[in-house]
């Protein structure tokens, strides 16, 4: 049985005749330090089971970052912001300032949702490369936080600018708006 005057205080004076305890170094205290067998272990131990659940699926896959924007297959480079002329855009038309319109996006392939191109539909869509903020970008994100059609909540749309070829040939700034968040 453990007697309460057997058990050191945490705080306060050394008792009378207890000896001092020599601690190791912390970390980056001199040219000796090294960790303690214990610690070691431990961060072994918990690196292995990091590991081990990672494979086994447990955490989900690393998302691509888009703070610098991102690109698609190499061919699309997207803005992750609204440029500043789009900037007090409501709801509609959104991606601005140029005619934004839904019949300009494909709707299927690779390049589903983006703007049709001279590739896609010859002679009456090609697109503006690098035409976005700082001619460094093909398209950006636009998002707005109220009510948007069915969006209760909110919606952000990627915004692809190109140009498309009236029936007298003259052409014309257009913008395909796809939804790619709907917040209800």
């Known amino acids: 049985m453990i007697e309460l005057e057997d058990v050191p205080p945490l705080r306060g004076t050394r008792p009378p005749g207890a000896q001092r305890v020599r601690r190791r170094p912390v970390s980056g205290d001199g040219p000796g330090f090294r960790p303690a067998r214990r610690s070691l272990l431990a961060g072994l131990a918990a690196a292995g089971a990091a590991a081990g659940l990672n494979a086994l699926g447990v955490f989900p896959p690393a998302r691509q970052a888009i703070s610098s924007g991102f690109s698609l297959a190499g061919y699309y480079d997207i803005y992750p912001r609204c440029p500043s002329y789009a900037s007090n855009h409501n709801c509609s038309p959104g991606c601005g300032p140029s005619y934004v319109c839904s019949w300009c996006c494909r709707t299927s392939g690779t390049y589903k949702g ?70 209800n």
Do not use: E
């Open 114 to 183: 983006f703007h049709k191109s001279g590739t896609s539909h010859p002679g009456w869509y090609k697109l503006r490369p690098n035409q976005c903020h700082g001619s460094g970008y093909d398209g950006w994100s636009w998002a707005y936080s109220r009510k948007c059609g069915r969006c209760g909540k909110g919606v952000t749309w990627r915004c692809h600018d190109g140009w498309n070829k009236t029936k007298k040939g003259n052409w014309y700034k257009t913008i395909c708006r796809k939804a790619t968040a709907c917040k």
